[in-house]
Structure formats: C-alpha cells, structure tokens
C-alpha cells in the first residue's frame, strides 16, 4: 500500500516501457482486461484488431447461427437430433458409468430395510422441475402437478415409512401420457407394463427427454417460416459483421479463382452462371469457394446425384440392344428402377465398377427372364461379353456412351436454369428417370438461388475487382437474381 502511494505521488519517476526489465510486468499489462483481450492479426495490412474474449465468442455464435439458419432455410426436413455420444468413445463410457451409478444407488437404497429414500425424493424432484416444460401451460394441470409432487409431503411420507414410490411413478406416466405426441404413445404403453419401480424411472426419464426434442422440433417448426423469410437478410447481415471485425479487405482466393476460372466475356452474370454449372461437377484439385463452403456437402450431394443419373442413362440406353428391352416399354421401366435401386448408393468414382458388375447381372437376369416369358431363347454367350464389355467402359467418365449423356444433362440444366418456372422434357435417354431428373433440378436450383441472394453483392464486388466489365456493378437490381425471371431467394 505505502509503495502504490510512492507512485502516485511520484509518478514522473516511474520506469518508460523501454526502461521496464524484461519478464517485470506493468500494473496494466496484469490487469483482467489485458488478460481477456486478443490481438486478431491483420489479413490485408491494416493494423491488427485488439478484441475481448467475449467479441471474438460472439462473432463465432453468430456464424453458427448463421449456419443453423442456412440449414433450416434449405433443408425443409431439418430437425433436431438427440445427443448420444459415441458408445466407445471415452465421454460415452463416463456416462454410461454416471448413469449406471445414479441407478445402482437408487436401487441399493430402495432395497434397504427400511428403505432409503433419499435418492427418490431428488429424482422426483428433478421430475417436478421438469414436467412443466413438457404440458400444455394449463393452471389446473400445473397445480396438480405441484401439489401431488410436493417435495416436504414426500419426503413426510418417508420418514413414516408410508411412500409409495410405484404410485407416483404412475402419476407421472399419467402426466405424460395426456402431453407426448401420437408417436411416444407406444413408449408409455410400454411404461405402463413395467413392474420394477427403477426401471420404470430410467425410462420415464427416457421418454421424458425424447418429449423435450418433440417440443423443440414443433417450436422449431412454428418459426421455420419465419425464418425462412429472413434468413438471407440474417446471413447478409451476419457476414457483413464478420467481413468487419475480422476479414477485412483480404479477399476470398478460392471464390476468386472460381469465378476466374469460369470468366465470360458476355457478362458478370454469365461469369457467375458458369461458375454455378461448374459446381455440379467441381474439380478435385481445386479448393472449394469459402463463400460457398457451408453448402459443399450439398453440391458434393447434387454432384453425385447427377452422376447417378448419367450413369443410369448410359446403362438404360446401352441395355436397349436387345429388342426384348428397346420395344418393351414396361421392361425398360422396370429395368430402370432396378437400375437405379443399385446405383443410389454410388457416392465415389471407386465404387462405379462394382456398381457396374451388379448392373450387368441385373440386366442379364431380367432380359433372359423377359425372353422365357415369350418363349425366346436366352441371349447367347456372345452377346452377354460384348453386353458386360459396353457396360463396363462406362467405369470412365470419358467413355462415349457416358460422355454422350453427360452433355446431354448439362445441356438440361442448363436450360432449366434459365427456363422461368418450367422444366423441360427429359434428354434423351433420361426419360425413365424423369422423377430424380426434376427433384434433382429443383434441388439445385434451391442452392444456387439462395446463395446466390446472400453472397451475389460478394460475387460482383469479386468480379469488379479483378477488372470486370464497368456495367456489371454490384449495386445493379440483378445482381442477386443471375438465372433469368427466377425469385431471388428459394422457398425450402
């Protein structure tokens, strides 16, 4: 204290940082708010940024919820999941030894004699507290509850050895039972069956949490259309905070390349437009758009899907040699579905050539069969090897037949991006998948459309930057619209 006075009196004899010993430390440099706070480094030779843990934590959760609003906005079948840590793993074994140890005690008291309740009276407690969350917000409902769950009249009720533990187990399923949705009403019947009072605790518990993610879907789905709605300003808005605080001017190398790659000399529009199409096959030895990696795995998705589809065709229309395939409309579409049956789980070029082989007894067995249905000998040895030969060429990409449908699909798309809320008939060869052809487009043209409403501004302030034409700002109407008469934001 007397040293701390000294230096107030006294403050022009205090040492200058260049006179302070190295490892001493200043007043202010060991103060709490040093010590939370965090030089970012600079990206583009501006002065570095000095940022507080609680900035630098709420930047990261608002680019989580930015993902989280993303996903919602795009996957209309997006719900919650419930945790379980992997079984092996060591956060599974620890709890699985806490549970297995909460459970134990609560049996050995019961068993006791007398019986010990102590580890009853918490867990109904728990239950009390719970409930509510879970029933419909009725005054008469909630009374009951508190009144029947009253922790002083249980904990009265075990220290006269008079508790009934079972029946307040049946008062909770009772509970439950008029508040869980249609789909648990089998769980509580299953609850009703049970006799041992500690088993039918665990799964009470069990249910109870399976309730909770019940209730957060349907709350997540009374507000999706509003998030719907405003999730492209959220993530505009949320990625204009970022580029702020952390990235300013140093670009996107990888979104830069992309579009460089696919520079048309027609416009910025067709810039972008080339770039989308480039997504639907993107090449492996390029890194991916930042501005686009939260959707990779989707176009990695939809890529997969077209590829699905090419090889499908290529396999449908090299399968048509035989007359019993190309004049049996009824056996080319059964031929097709089976086709596709084997093929929906092809997701890397690794796995075409056992696809392929599977395909090629396929279509054996069906054309042999279709030929005894009409008393036609079946085809011979012949035939089959150039039929397998044909078939297993389509292994490459650059393959004709493969090749030939690859062009026709991205002529499809092509022309489905650009149509105003028309799809056109199928390419030849594609007919028999004309289903997966339409969800597929619909699917891409969701991605590309939203995307494009939050990163388009990003996209041509790129374009501009690297020199493009002067009439293609970033502040013209259609920049956030590149496919022709199409809404700018995608409904999920």
């Known amino acids: 204290m007397e040293k701390k006075q000294q230096q107030e009196q006294e403050p022009d004899q205090s040492p200058s940082p260049s006179q302070t010993r190295l490892g001493e430390r200043t007043e202010s440099e060991s103060s709490v708010d040093s010590m939370t706070r965090f030089v970012v480094p600079s990206l583009d030779g501006s002065p570095p940024k000095i940022v507080t843990i609680e900035e630098v934590s709420g930047i990261f959760k608002d680019l989580r919820n930015m993902e989280l609003a993303h996903e919602i906005a795009l996957n209309p079948d997006f719900k919650l999941k419930q945790y379980e840590p992997p079984t092996h793993s060591f956060e599974g074994r620890v709890k699985a030894m806490v549970h297995k140890a909460y459970w134990d005690v609560l049996r050995t008291q019961l068993e006791r004699q007398p019986p010990q309740y102590d580890q009853a009276i918490r867990l109904l407690a728990e239950i009390k507290e719970c409930i509510p969350q879970l029933v419909a917000p009725n005054e008469r409902t909630i009374s009951r509850i508190n009144e ?4 002083d009249v ?10 009934d533990f079972k029946a307040y187990a049946d008062f909770v399923i009772l509970i439950l039972s008029q508040s869980c949705s249609a789909a648990r009403d089998e769980a509580v019947a299953e609850l009703r069956k049970m006799d041992d009072v500690v088993d039918t605790f665990r799964s009470i518990l069990e249910l109870m949490a399976l309730m909770k993610l019940d209730m957060a879907n349907f709350m997540l789905e009374l507000a999706r259309k509003e998030i719907s709605a405003n999730s492209v300003q959220y993530e505009k808005e949320k990625l204009s905070k970022y580029l702020h605080e952390f990235h300013g001017k140093a670009g996107f190398p990888a979104t830069e390349d992309w579009l460089q790659r696919n520079r048309s000399d027609v416009s910025n529009h067709q810039t972008i437009y080339n770039g989308y199409m480039e997504l639907i096959d993107y090449p492996a030895d390029k890194e991916f758009p930042e501005l686009l ?8 998705g939809i890529s997969w899907r077209a590829q699905r589809l090419i090889l499908c065709a290529s396999l449908i229309s090299i399968a048509q040699s035989p007359p019993i395939i190309s004049q049996r409309p009824n056996n080319r579409a059964k031929l097709a579905k089976q ?93 028999e998948f004309e289903d997966e052809l339409t969800a597929l487009i ?51």
Request: with cysteine.
């Open 148 to 151: 029947v769950l009253d922790t």
């Open 293 to 300: 990696r939260i959707d990779k795995e989707r176009f990695a």
């Open 339 to 431: 086709l596709e049956i084997i093929m929906q789980d092809v997701k890397d070029e690794t796995q075409v050539p056992a696809a392929l082989e599977s395909c090629y007894e396929q279509i054996r067995c069906l054309v042999n069969s279709a030929l005894s249905q009409e008393q036609q000998p079946d085809m011979d040895e012949a035939n089959l090897a150039s039929l397998k030969s044909q078939l297993m060429q389509l292994s490459s990409k650059t393959s004709p037949v493969r090749s030939l449908m690859a062009k026709r699909l991205d002529l499809f798309v092509r022309v489905s991006l650009r149509a105003d809320n028309h799809i056109p008939p199928p390419p030849a060869g594609f007919k």
């Open 442 to 492: 619909s699917s891409l043209l969701r991605l590309i459309t939203y995307n494009h409403a939050v990163f388009g501004e990003q996209f041509f302030k790129i374009l501009e930057k690297a020199g493009a034409s002067a009439a293609e700002s970033p502040s013209e109407p259609a920049a956030a619209a590149p496919m022709g008469g199409r809404a700018q934001v995608a409904n999920p």
């Open 154 to 163: 249980i904990r009265q009720q075990a220290e006269q050895g008079v508790l």
